[in-house]
C-alpha cells in the first residue's frame, strides 16, 4: 500500500523495520460502504484475525442510533477507547488484525494509528451519497437507519496524505480491491526499512 506520507510504498502489513510486525488494518468508510463484508475477506485473504467495530459500541449508543439519532464525539469516547484498546493489544502481542469501522475523524484515526505503531494501515472504501443511502436502505438486520447517512457524509474527513493506507472504490469488484491490498502487503513486505 502507498505511504501517503512519503510517497512510496508504505505497509498495510508488516511495520516500518520492513514487515517484522504483521498487519494491523483498519477498513473505514461510512455505513455502506462494505466495510465488514470487505474487512472480512482482507481478513481471509490475509489470514488475519477479523474484528467488527460495532460490537464495541455500548448498548446506548446502539440504541441512539437505532432510534435515528447521530452519535456525537462524547457518545463514541467509549466506543473509540475500547476499540483502541483491542488495537493495541494485537500490536504488543505482534498479531495481526482486520478492524471494519466507521473511523470517520481523522482524531478517531490518529487515536488508532497510536494504539496499533507502525503497523497500521488505512483502508478506506469511498463511496459516494447516493450509493450509500441505497445501500442503507435495502439492507436488513442492521441497526443503522438510512437517514444517518447524510450525517456520516458531514462528519466524514477521507484520508489524508500523510495517513498510511489506501483508498479503494467501494463499488468496485471484490476481488479486484482484494488484488490491490495483497500486492500492497507483498510490496511493503519486501520493503526495507524506512
Known amino acids: 500500500m502507498r505511504d501517503r506520507g512519503r510517497g512510496r510504498g508504505g505497509s498495510a502489513g508488516g511495520g516500518e523495520g520492513g514487515g517484522k510486525s504483521p498487519p494491523i488494518i483498519v477498513v473505514l468508510g461510512v455505513s455502506g460502504s462494505g466495510k465488514t463484508t470487505f474487512g472480512q475477506a482482507v481478513a481471509v485473504e490475509l489470514g488475519l484475525a477479523f474484528v467488527e467495530g460495532d460490537d464495541f459500541h455500548p448498548a446506548a449508543n446502539i440504541a441512539k442510533m437505532t432510534a435515528g439519532h447521530a452519535l456525537d464525539d462524547a457518545d463514541r469516547a467509549p466506543w473509540l477507547r475500547a476499540l483502541s484498546d483491542r488495537i493495541r493489544r494485537s500490536a504488543e502481542a505482534h498479531e495481526g488484525l482486520v478492524v471494519a469501522c466507521s473511523a470517520l475523524k481523522r482524531a478517531y484515526r490518529d487515536e488508532f494509528r497510536e494504539a496499533g505503531g507502525p503497523a497500521l494501515r488505512y483502508l478506506y472504501l469511498a463511496l459516494d451519497r447516493a450509493?450509500?443511502?441505497?445501500?442503507?436502505?435495502?439492507?436488513?438486520?442492521?441497526?443503522?437507519?438510512?437517514?444517518?447517512?447524510?450525517?456520516?457524509?458531514?462528519?466524514?474527513?477521507?484520508?489524508?496524505?500523510?495517513?498510511?493506507?489506501?483508498?479503494?472504490?467501494?463499488?468496485a469488484d471484490l476481488p479486484m480491491n482484494l488484488a490491490r491490498v495483497r500486492a500492497g502487503v507483498e510490496r511493503c513486505a519486501g520493503r526495507p526499512g524506512p
Open 131 to 171: 450509493t450509500a443511502r441505497d445501500r442503507v436502505s435495502r439492507r436488513t438486520g442492521h441497526f443503522m437507519p438510512a437517514r444517518l447517512v447524510d450525517s456520516q457524509f458531514e462528519t466524514l474527513e477521507p484520508l489524508e496524505r500523510d495517513e498510511p493506507g489506501m483508498t479503494l472504490d467501494a463499488t
